[in-house]
Nanobody, 120 residues
Framework: QVQLVESGGGSVQPGGSLRLSCEAS????????MRWYRQAPGKQRELVAT???????THEDSVKGRFTISRDNAKNTMYLQMNVLKPEDSAVYSC??????????????WGQGTLVTVSS
């Protein structure tokens, strides 16, 4: 079994910063792509950023220059550094990973989500 656990969410004023973490644990051989998604109330879930095993990244246009995705493969952990936060960034942020288990099963794994609220 494989789990993803997010942490680092919270409340912050506009212009502030937060750093989200997503730690994978369990029966893991390797992790391919890792992603951050977010979903605001009444809106569809959207892909925020993606990172490959070798560190190649993509970021959604509205967060480019403000958010940075990264990962530490040795710790099976992914991060999202969020700077210059705006009220429209408020959402539940969830991590997602493509995991290969020790039994060579390929799993699409999701975390439970962490709430980010940006408000004055």
């Amino acid at each position: 079994q494989v789990q993803l656990v997010e942490s680092g969410g919270g409340s912050v004023q506009p212009g502030g910063s937060l750093r989200l973490s997503c730690e994978a644990s369990g029966n893991i051989r390797s992790i391919d792509y890792m992603r951050w998604y977010r979903q605001a109330p009444g809106k569809q879930r959207e892909l925020v950023a993606t990172i490959s095993t070798d560190g190649s990244t993509t970021h959604e246009d509205s967060v480019k220059g403000r958010f940075t995705i990264s990962r530490d493969n040795a710790k099976n952990t992914m991060y999202l550094q969020m700077n210059v936060l705006k009220p429209e960034d408020s959402a539940v942020y969830s991590c997602n990973a493509d995991v290969v288990t020790m039994g060579d099963r390929y799993l699409d794994v999701w975390g439970q989500g962490t709430l980010v609220t940006v408000s004055s």
